[in-house]
């Protein structure tokens, strides 16, 4: 019976390991600096305010914005907790520090 | 030959396929071309005490009961694709007894979870520790009293474990531009009675496809518990947030041995009424509709998990009103049909939720 949800573990562990030696190498690294023109910087800020209206008061009222070092600590748990996908939290992140 | 291998490596793969299993889990995490790839979060991310603080006065059936707690969050991230959290609930309960006197309780103490959660990939995070069990949606998504519309837990929110220590696969993403689906997948190793600690062995799932367009989500759950009966519970999920109106709306249905049943919420913030706005926007109105059926167990039995003796109905409303983001007082009423008894339930109070960043914020 211990050896089953052992099993599982080790299932699990495998299928994670899979899925993190599969993940593609993004194209821009988030050490890089964003350099968006300013048109560039209004359509993500759009995009953000309209994925966060979409997302951000699902489960709680809707939160004020933070300083961005907290903002990217909070919206990285929302992603875990709330299965936010990668996208979302991009431009939700983007349009609470901006 | 061979069946004796296999039988020898059956007899002792926890020893030796585990460990491997978890190197070659870490070697492939920590392989240099996959450092290169970064989540995008731009921003440092620091280190952050939050949580929740509450003062309750619940009323049930004519008994006064004093509650005040306080749930620290603690969110510290490591690089940029590990988040470490945990969530401690410290809780004072107190009742004056019937026959006068003054107030006597307890205060208890419990490790809601601590958990490392490593995001690997856009379809991926891996989480290990002790987890809320991603049961339905009131355990993980709503239970903080600063998020419930109302403070009295659904009668059915004990059919499934609240946290569960051992490992999880989980993850959301699109799978076209109208549809995000987002599911969980969780062993729990470890069996704890320990009173701080509780949690089974089981197995299960959550999965939930959410449409961000009309704000709809609907989900199922399931578990097997690897313990004792070897039960199965199952259950079913459904929230939505209309666009045009500020109503927001949840049920859960669930069913095990242990019992069955259902609730269903709706909050209205008055956000868009014409008048008296600046008061006004900040008042919601709370409703909740549920029902408990018994299961395969006894009455005592039940009621040592914390469900109902008896079949039971219940119908509370509630106002809350938002006075700072995050600082709500609330107030409800209930009534109780059960055929062990009615009852009423009166709850006031104010739910608090902090969060302050242990490190440098930087600037806007």
């Known amino acids: ?17 899979i899925g993190v030696a599969s993940s593609a190498p993004r194209t821009r690294r988030a050490t890089e600096p964003a350099v968006y023109s300013s048109a560039e910087a209004d359509a993500m800020r759009l995009e953000g305010e309209k994925r966060f209206r979409a997302n951000c008061n699902r489960c709680h009222a809707a939160p004020h914005k933070f300083p961005p070092r907290m903002m990217a600590t909070i919206v990285r ?3 875990v907790r709330a299965t936010i996908t990668d ?9 609470m520090t901006q | 030959m061979s069946y004796f291998w296999i039988k020898a490596g059956l007899r002792r793969w926890p020893r030796v396929v585990l460990p491997a299993s978890a190197g070659l889990f870490l070697l492939l995490c920590f392989t240099p071309g996959l450092a290169a790839c970064q989540s995008s979060d ?5 280190p952050i005490l939050t949580g929740t603080a509450g ?25 940029d694709r590990w988040l470490v959290e945990s969530r401690a609930e410290f809780e004072g309960a107190f009742q004056r007894p019937p026959d006068g006197g003054s107030y006597g309780g307890m205060v208890s103490k419990n490790l809601d979870y601590l958990q490392a959660d490593y995001i690997a990939n856009t379809y991926l995070t891996v989480t290990m520790g002790r987890f809320l069990t991603p049961f339905g949606i009131f355990n993980e998504r709503l239970y903080p009293i600063w998020i419930r519309s109302l403070q009295q837990d659904p009668l059915i929110l004990p059919l499934s474990a609240e946290s569960s220590d051992g490992m999880m696969l989980r993850g959301g993403f699109p799978v076209n531009a109208k549809v995000n689906l987002n599911y969980a997948a969780y062993v729990s190793a470890v069996s704890s009675g320990h009173n701080n600690l509780e949690s089974d062995r089981n197995v299960g799932g959550r999965m939930g496809i959410f449409l961000p367009g009309p704000r709809v989500e609907v989900g199922a759950s399931w578990q097997k ?28 249905y669930a069913r095990s041995n242990q019992g069955s049943g259902y609730w269903i919420d709706g909050a209205y913030r008055l956000s868009q009424v014409l008048f008296w706005q600046k008061a006004l926007r900040r008042l919601e109105f709370a409703g909740r509709a549920e029902q408990f059926f018994n299961g395969q167990i006894s009455s005592d039995e039940a009621q040592a998990l914390g469900l109902p003796a008896a079949n039971t109905r219940e119908g509370e409303f509630g106002l809350n009103y938002y006075l700072h983001d995050g600082l709500k007082a609330v107030a409800s009423y209930g009534r109780q049909f059960s055929s062990a008894g009615n009852l009423n339930l009166w709850t006031v109070g104010i ?3 902090f969060a302050v960043p242990l490190g440098r914020v930087g600037s806007q």
């Open chain 1, 1 to 17: 019976m211990k050896y089953k949800s052992l099993a599982i573990i080790w299932l699990l562990a495998l299928i994670s390991a």
């Open chain 1, 77 to 79: 748990h929302m992603r």
């Open chain 1, 87 to 95: 996208d979302d939290m991009r431009y939700i992140l983007y349009y």
């Open chain 2, 42 to 46: 731009g921003e440092k991310a620091i």
């Open chain 2, 55 to 79: 003062y309750f006065n619940f009323v049930t059936a004519g008994q006064n009961q004093v509650d005040a707690q306080i749930n620290p969050v603690l969110l510290v991230p490591l690089g």
């Open chain 2, 225 to 252: 518990l690897l313990q004792d009966e070897r039960t199965h519970s199952f259950g079913f999920h459904f929230a939505w947030q209309p666009m045009r109106f500020p109503l927001n709306i949840h049920s859960e």
């Open chain 2, 351 to 353: 739910a608090y939720r």
